[in-house]
């Protein structure tokens, strides 16, 4: 027995580690079956420790002040344990029969032998060294003065059961192994609540307990008379075979009326004592039910030792064993089936992780290559309105109205800039935002419905929300907005007054395009040459001719300085054959015309420049500065041109790009959703099967106790 017993309980290990597994608690199927599995393993334990025992064991338990401790002082024929009105024993004492003559106890803390007159002290509850409830005082008392005791039967007394709500507990500690439980009640109430609530949890945990009920203290019916004494013996004895065979179902009820008694158990103590004297009337009846009841729990220990130790507890085993069998067999149908649809429920995940990765991938490149496209369309719907604008550049300068004094010009400039700079702006915006918002919308509408059709393919995946999870924008403006003021930063403007018949003027008139390169000619041969003497003379000179600007940049002062410098490089020709050649000719014009005509001349000359220089007031002078900045702003939008284009290209991409990206992220929660389900499946797969082949074990193992038992039954003729 002890082998097998051995082997029993690794089998019982492995299978509460089995039972207590996450999947048997998570399913619901299973509830039920962990439950009653667990509380038969409980039991099938409880067997274990019994038949592996060398003794037997038997609990005293009843409410407080019952009589428990009378009762094995009676059995023992001697006052041993603490006893009296109320609450006496507040521990647990267990008496061991010895070979030794002289008793003994051991505390739980220490391992000394102790005087056994102290176990008075220790578990009275009247005393101040009185130990925990839950504690257990070993009393070891010499087989020579107790008959009972030298079977190797062990007694038990604990604390009345209405006195600590740890009653799981005790049964747990002390009661788990007892071979008989001896239920001490009050003769002069019924059975209580609290007496039936602890049997019924003993019942739970334990395998067929043996039951002794004594209902102690029937000595108080002795004032009674006959009638009454029967009527209420037999009610009491009625209740509690209803509760035994009806609530619990241990015995028939003809084996539990013979397991009833009703005694005195004071009385008894007396008797064997030597203190009979003063009893009360009927004790002789009493006392010979309580012999009778010594009587049969002696031969319940020994003569049908066997049978009441294996008999009950091999029975119930096998019924356990086909119990665990039929729990494992659905455990293993159960974690298959749950493994199958786990790997189709993966199946199914994983086809649309792909379909959603493959869709994705599909929507991103489409619509990189749309936004490319819109952003050319961008670039050229701003360069073509703008290249508008510089056409109507004269209108929109002309349009400036703001009063214009030279000494404040740079004010004037800058409020020029700035209506400039607004009107081109506003301009930019009437022509491009409409073209471009439409553009605009109808791509990003484009986006959400396809998002939105892919979410809602995979709805039932639960990968995310149906719609997509991103604020959008009401609408997009591009920045049209062109920097004037830095643009025209290098603008300056030429104001001084220059004669329409003027040398300069005339020159510009008669050479047109020459005339440029005529200047630069000049301008190149002014300057001094490497490696000529600095005279001071040269120098003033060269200080003053300035160098040579670009065409419709040059002032007045500059262009005067330019005719002397004509004027004195032309000097040395009238010492030729050439000059010689002039001055006749220039002679004979005089001679021709006359002074007469040479002065009227000069003086319409001179009163066509004193006409024109009354003219050149300060509205004439901002004409001529709008025309010049209007020429310098042409050239300087012209170079920008390609650029604003290629700006508000690129913050449409951006934008469009960014909106794509967010639509994309909320794919990608989704894409992480089914990620972390196939994981958690795959998981459950290898739980599942783990859970199949631990079950299967477990059953083969189960079977083999099952052999084993009905072998034991078989041996022992056991049915």
Same mark, same amino acid.
């Given at each position: 027995?002890?082998?097998?017993? +051995?082997?029993?309980?690794?089998?019982? %290990?492995?299978?509460?580690?089995?039972?207590?597994?996450?999947?048997?608690?998570e399913?619901?199927?299973?509830?039920?079956?962990?439950l009653?599995?667990?509380?038969?393993?409980?039991?099938?334990?409880?067997?274990?420790?019994?038949?592996d025992?060398?003794?037997? !064991?038997?609990?005293?338990?009843?409410?407080?002040?019952?009589?428990?401790?009378?009762?094995?002082?009676?059995?023992?024929?001697?006052?041993?344990?603490?006893?009296?009105?109320?609450?006496?024993?507040?521990? $647990?004492?267990?008496?061991?029969?010895?070979?030794? *003559?002289?008793?003994?106890?051991?505390?739980?803390?220490?391992?000394?032998?102790?005087?056994?007159?102290?176990?008075?002290?220790?578990?009275?509850?009247?005393? !101040?060294?009185?130990?925990?409830?839950?504690?257990?005082?070993?009393?070891?008392?010499?087989?020579?003065?107790?008959?009972?005791?030298?079977?190797?039967?062990?007694?038990?007394?604990?604390?009345?059961?209405?006195?600590?709500?740890?009653?799981d507990?005790?049964?747990?500690?002390?009661?788990?192994?007892?071979?008989?439980?001896?239920?001490?009640?009050?003769?002069?109430?019924?059975?209580?609540?609290? %007496?039936?609530? $602890?049997?019924?949890?003993?019942?739970?945990?334990?395998?067929?307990?043996?039951?002794?009920?004594?209902?102690?203290?029937?000595?108080?019916?002795?004032?009674?008379?006959?009638?009454?004494?029967?009527?209420?013996?037999?009610?009491?004895?009625?209740?509690?075979?209803? $509760?035994?065979?009806d609530?619990?179902?241990?015995?028939?009820?003809?084996?539990?009326?013979?397991?009833?008694?009703?005694?005195?158990?004071?009385?008894?103590? !007396?008797?064997?004592m030597?203190?009979? &004297?003063?009893?009360?009337?009927?004790?002789?009846?009493?006392?010979?039910?309580? =012999?009778?009841?010594? +009587?049969?729990f002696?031969?319940?220990?020994?003569?049908?030792?066997?049978?009441?130790?294996?008999?009950?507890?091999?029975?119930?085993?096998?019924?356990?064993?086909?119990?665990?069998?039929?729990?494992?067999?659905?455990?293993?149908?159960?974690?298959?089936?749950?493994?199958?649809?786990?790997? =189709?429920?993966?199946?199914?995940? %994983?086809?649309?992780?792909?379909?959603v990765?493959?869709?994705?991938?599909?929507?991103?490149?489409?619509?990189?290559?749309?936004?490319?496209?819109?952003?050319?369309?961008?670039?050229?719907?701003?360069?073509?309105?703008?290249?508008?604008?510089?056409?109507?550049?004269?209108?929109?300068?002309?349009?400036?109205?703001?009063?214009?004094?030279k000494?404040?010009?740079?004010?004037?400039?800058?409020?020029?800039?700035?209506?400039?700079?607004e009107?081109?702006?506003?301009?930019?915006?009437?022509?491009?935002?409409?073209?471009i918002?439409?553009?605009?919308?109808?791509?990003?509408?484009?986006?959400?419905?396809?998002?939105?059709?892919?979410?809602?393919?995979?709805?039932?995946?639960?990968?995310?929300?149906?719609?997509?999870?991103?604020?959008?924008?009401?609408?997009?403006?591009?920045?049209?907005?062109?920097?004037?003021?830095?643009?025209?930063?290098?603008?300056?403007?030429?104001?001084?007054?220059?004669?329409?018949?003027?040398?300069?003027?005339?020159?510009?008139?008669?050479?047109?395009?020459?005339?440029?390169?005529?200047?630069?000619?000049?301008?190149?041969?002014?300057?001094?040459? /490497?490696?000529s003497?600095?005279?001071?003379?040269?120098?003033?000179?060269?200080?003053s001719?300035?160098?040579?600007?670009?065409?419709?940049?040059?002032?007045? &002062?500059?262009?005067?300085?330019?005719?002397?410098?004509?004027?004195?490089?032309?000097? /040395?020709?009238?010492?030729?054959?050439?000059?010689?050649?002039?001055?006749?000719v220039?002679?004979g014009?005089?001679?021709?015309?006359?002074?007469?005509?040479?002065?009227?001349?000069?003086?319409?000359?001179?009163?066509?420049?004193?006409?024109?220089?009354?003219?050149?007031? %300060?509205?004439?002078?901002?004409?001529?500065?709008? *025309?010049?900045?209007?020429?310098?702003?042409?050239?300087?939008?012209?170079?920008?041109?390609?650029?604003?284009?290629?700006?508000?290209? +690129?913050?449409?991409q951006?934008?469009?790009?960014?909106?794509?990206?967010?639509?994309?992220?909320?794919?990608?929660?989704?894409?992480?959703?089914?990620?972390?389900?196939i994981?958690?499946?795959?998981?459950?797969?290898?739980?599942?099967?783990?859970?199949?082949?631990?079950?299967?074990?477990?059953?083969?193992?189960?079977?083999?106790?099952?052999? =084993?038992?009905?072998?034991?039954?078989?041996? $022992?003729?056991?049915?």
């Amino acid at each position: 027995v002890s082998t097998q017993s +051995t082997g029993f309980k690794v089998f019982l %290990e492995e299978m509460d580690e089995f039972i207590g597994s996450s999947f048997i608690k998570e399913s619901n199927d299973l509830h039920g079956e962990h439950l009653d599995t667990q509380n038969m393993l409980g039991q099938i334990e409880s067997i274990v420790q019994i038949v592996d025992r060398d003794h037997m !064991k038997v609990a005293f338990f009843g409410r407080t002040s019952n009589g428990k401790s009378t009762v094995i002082n009676s059995m023992l024929r001697d006052q041993i344990l603490p006893s009296g009105i109320g609450h006496t024993t507040n521990c $647990f004492l267990s008496i061991t029969g010895v070979d030794v *003559q002289e008793p003994y106890l051991l505390r739980p803390d220490s391992p000394d032998k102790k005087n056994a007159q102290s176990i008075k002290r220790l578990s009275n509850s009247l005393s !101040k060294e009185c130990l925990d409830p839950n504690a257990i005082v070993r009393l070891y008392w010499p087989k020579t003065k107790c008959a009972l005791i030298r079977d190797e039967v062990v007694l038990v007394d604990s604390p009345g059961i209405d006195m600590s709500p740890d009653v799981d507990g005790w049964i747990d500690t002390h009661c788990q192994d007892a071979d008989v439980f001896v239920l001490v009640a009050n003769s002069e109430s019924t059975l209580m609540h609290s %007496e039936k609530s $602890f049997f019924k949890r003993v019942n739970a945990k334990l395998s067929q307990p043996n039951i002794f009920i004594l209902n102690n203290r029937w000595d108080c019916s002795a004032g009674e008379d006959t009638a009454t004494r029967d009527e209420v013996r037999s009610q009491h004895q009625d209740r509690t075979i209803e $509760f035994i065979v009806d609530e619990l179902g241990l015995m028939t009820r003809k084996e539990t009326s013979e397991r009833i008694f009703f005694i005195s158990a004071k009385e008894a103590l !007396k008797i064997r004592m030597g203190q009979a &004297a003063d009893l009360a009337q009927g004790w002789e009846e009493r006392y010979k039910e309580f =012999e009778e009841f010594e +009587t049969k729990f002696e031969n319940c220990l020994s003569a049908s030792a066997i049978n009441t130790k294996f008999h009950s507890h091999a029975l119930r085993g096998r019924d356990i064993a086909n119990s665990l069998n039929e729990s494992l067999t659905k455990i293993e149908e159960l974690s298959f089936n749950y493994r199958k649809k786990c790997e =189709e429920e993966k199946k199914i995940k %994983e086809s649309q992780l792909n379909f959603v990765l493959e869709e994705s991938a599909a929507i991103k490149k489409y619509f990189k290559q749309k936004i490319e496209s819109v952003g050319s369309h961008v670039e050229e719907l701003v360069t073509d309105a703008l290249r508008e604008e510089i056409l109507r550049l004269s209108n929109t300068v002309d349009s400036f109205s703001y009063p214009f004094q030279k000494d404040y010009i740079n004010k004037y400039k800058s409020e020029l800039e700035n209506h400039l700079e607004e009107h081109l702006g506003r301009n930019l915006m009437d022509r491009c935002h409409t073209r471009i918002s439409k553009v605009y919308e109808e791509i990003k509408n484009e986006m959400c419905g396809r998002i939105q059709q892919l979410m809602e393919i995979n709805k039932s995946a639960a990968i995310g929300p149906s719609q997509p999870a991103i604020e959008m924008q009401s609408s997009f403006e591009p920045i049209y907005q062109i920097d004037c003021q830095s643009l025209f930063m290098g603008f300056q403007s030429h104001l001084t007054f220059q004669f329409s018949f003027g040398p300069t003027a005339m020159a510009r008139r008669f050479l047109g395009p020459r005339y440029s390169l005529f200047l630069q000619t000049l301008g190149e041969s002014s300057s001094p040459t /490497p490696g000529s003497n600095n005279r001071p003379n040269d120098n003033r000179r060269a200080a003053s001719v300035p160098s040579i600007a670009a065409p419709g940049t040059i002032s007045a &002062a500059g262009e005067e300085n330019i005719m002397l410098v004509i004027a004195t490089q032309l000097l /040395p020709v009238f010492n030729s054959k050439t000059a010689i050649t002039a001055t006749a000719v220039i002679a004979g014009v005089y001679n021709l015309v006359g002074w007469r005509i040479i002065a009227a001349s000069g003086a319409v000359y001179v009163s066509l420049y004193g006409y024109e220089r009354l003219k050149y007031t %300060e509205r004439a002078m901002e004409r001529r500065y709008k *025309q010049q900045f209007c020429d310098y702003a042409s050239v300087k939008l012209h170079d920008i041109v390609t650029y604003t284009g290629n700006c508000c290209s +690129t913050q449409v991409q951006r934008d469009l790009s960014s909106t794509l990206s967010r639509l994309l992220s909320s794919i990608n929660g989704g894409v992480n959703v089914l990620k972390t389900q196939i994981e958690t499946l795959t998981a459950e797969i290898s739980r599942s099967k783990q859970i199949y082949e631990t079950a299967t074990s477990n059953r083969i193992q189960n079977d083999h106790c099952r052999s =084993e038992l009905e072998h034991f039954l078989k041996l $022992f003729s056991i049915t």
